[in-house]
């Protein structure tokens, strides 16, 4: 599979599209004044606790209060002392995949930088120690967001800190060794969590490390520059947090890379043949970037200076005009229905104008086939995230039901994001999460339409001349003096008002003694009607 990244630069926002094979499969989008929030580092101060949810809303001079949630938090260290029995020992020991050992201060932020000496600890868990004996209103504490603001939700933060670099993420508050699922071989594997082990104790290095997949043969020597990297980006963060530590307001500690440097730090790959840009300033930058941490991606960069858009040469601009409508059409004549609402997102497969071969069953089979690959690409275009409802068409052998969730299974390993899905039920529906942690391109592009209210429909012209029929009897009963009803509405209700309801008008007028007018406004919806009493 060969992919290009193209990276296309105005002076409003910096879009990155990832194509594979020159199909469109990922877009991301980042508005100069409205930058995502997710990896930001900010010292925040609690706004409320509350003890019912377990949570906390956090001040970090956002829009809305950001909100922290008892289980994202760090594990409670307590210090104990030496002569503590061996038993008190490897009970530590048991909990280090999910604790922290770490120098706190009393408000239990990390104060000292990583390069310490571990001291004999005993670890809390979470489930024994209640958020309103952990925080309080009014404190400071050190937080990163995990997901932006999604609509009326504030972000979402956890005090469980984490710095990705190029090939590692560097966790502060943990002294687990992981290793990308994403890295298959069992002997790789097995080198990395040695090699990362001996750097560790060599540095003495205090924290946790997690191997990405851009890891995956990386020569020692490579995997060394990155931690002592992400020591000296920690050893930064903490030295900021006590200059600013004095200061009253809530303020930004770290900021993420922009999103043209993020995408040649997380998105490039060996399968990566180009990375194009067409801005001079921003070709540089990532120039300079990925000779100090991308080296082997440096002579694929290539500036685009032709006169044509470079997503209009690819695309790109079509495909994206796409990603915004409900219907997806497969290439046999099926398509798919995509609606996205608050709770969930729901995913229907029809067969539309695909007659088959042999069977109805081998017909339905055929689509829900095609309708898996369309549906993962969809998934990651939009960056469709939460609660995913798949309505494949019904099918009855077993085998084909498994062969569908098969293929879904292997559309979805080329997707970054992390998915669970269930099993094809009898009605054929399938029930799928996949995280979300930042706006869909929906959300991201568009805003509710001012007509229907985000309904997705407008009511009748008929409706509304009923409305209006109601209205205006109503008003007849409460007011005594209008000699004359005036009706403004669109041109639609008012054509609908002068023919076919004429003999209706007729019979109003007789019964209440009252004139009819009409008056169309232009600048009216469908739904929208006023009467005027004179």
């Not at 990386?218 to 931690?227: A, F, G, S, Y």
């Not at 085998?399 to 899905?421: P, R």
Request: aromatic share 6%.
């Amino acid at each position: 599979m060969s992919e290009e990244l193209l990276i296309n630069i105005s002076p409003m926002e910096s879009r990155v599209a990832v194509l594979d094979n020159g199909i469109l499969g990922e877009i991301y989008i980042e508005r100069h004044h409205k930058l995502g929030l997710v990896g930001n580092i900010y010292l925040g101060t609690v706004v409320r606790v509350l003890p019912g949810m377990q949570a906390a809303f956090v001040d970090i001079g956002q829009s809305r209060t950001a909100f922290l949630h008892v289980n994202d938090m760090q594990r409670e260290p307590r210090a104990v002392s030496e002569s503590k029995s061996k038993a008190a020992t490897n009970a530590k020991k048991e909990h280090n995949d999910n604790g922290s050992i770490i120098e706190t201060s009393d408000d239990g932020l990390a104060m000292t930088p990583p390069v310490v000496s571990a001291r004999s600890t005993e670890i809390v868990p979470v489930s024994k120690t209640l958020i309103q004996h952990r925080l309080h209103e009014s404190q400071r504490i050190l937080v990163q967001v995990t997901k932006d603001q999604l609509g009326s939700k504030g972000a979402r933060l956890t005090t469980n800190i984490s710095l990705p670099s190029r090939y590692l993420v560097y966790l502060p508050s943990s002294d687990h060794i992981g290793i990308s699922q994403r890295i298959d071989g069992e002997e790789e594997r097995t080198r990395l969590k040695t090699e990362l082990s001996s750097l560790m104790q060599t540095v003495n290095l205090k924290g946790g490390l997690i191997a990405r997949t851009a890891a995956e043969r990386v020569p020692v020597n490579k995997l060394e520059e990155d931690i002592y990297y992400l020591l000296q980006l920690w050893r930064t963060i903490c030295a900021r947090r006590q200059e600013i530590n004095h200061h009253q307001s809530s303020e930004l500690i770290y900021q993420e890379l922009s999103l043209p440097l993020r995408s040649i730090r997380d998105l490039v790959h060996a399968d990566t043949e180009k990375v194009i840009i067409d801005n001079t300033q921003t070709y540089e930058q990532i120039r300079y970037f990925a000779k100090e941490f991308v080296p082997f991606v440096y002579d694929r960069i290539v500036h685009y200076t032709a006169e044509q858009s470079l997503f209009d040469v690819h695309r790109v601009e079509d495909d994206l005009r796409d990603a915004l409508k409900r219907r997806v059409d497969l290439k046999s004549g099926g398509y798919l229905i995509i609606d996205q609402t608050e709770a969930m997102t729901t995913i229907d497969v029809n067969t539309g104008s695909f007659v088959g071969g042999r069977s109805l069953e081998d017909t339905v089979y055929k689509t829900n086939l095609e309708a898996t690959h369309a549906i993962a690409r969809q998934l990651r275009l939009r960056n469709l995230g939460g609660i995913i409802i798949l309505d494949f068409i019904d099918m009855l052998e077993q085998q084909h039901k498994d062969d569908v969730l098969e293929s879904l299974q292997a559309q979805l390993t080329q997707d970054y994001a992390k998915t669970k899905i269930t099993q094809v039920s009898e009605l054929g529906l399938v029930e799928m999460t996949r995280k979300r942690t930042r706006e869909s391109l929906g959300q991201q592009l568009c805003e509710p339409c001012s007509t229907c209210q985000g309904r997705g429909f407008v009511k009748t012209a008929e409706t509304v001349c009923f409305e209006i029929f109601r209205e205006i009897m109503r008003c007849a009963r409460t007011y005594n003096s209008p000699k004359k009803f005036t009706v403004v509405a669109h041109a639609a209700v008012i054509d609908l008002l002068l023919t076919s309801e004429s003999d209706t008008v007729a019979d109003l007028e007789y019964l209440l003694g009252r004139v009819i007018t009409f008056d169309v406004e232009n600048l009216y919806t469908q739904e929208q009607y006023d009467i005027v009493l004179d």
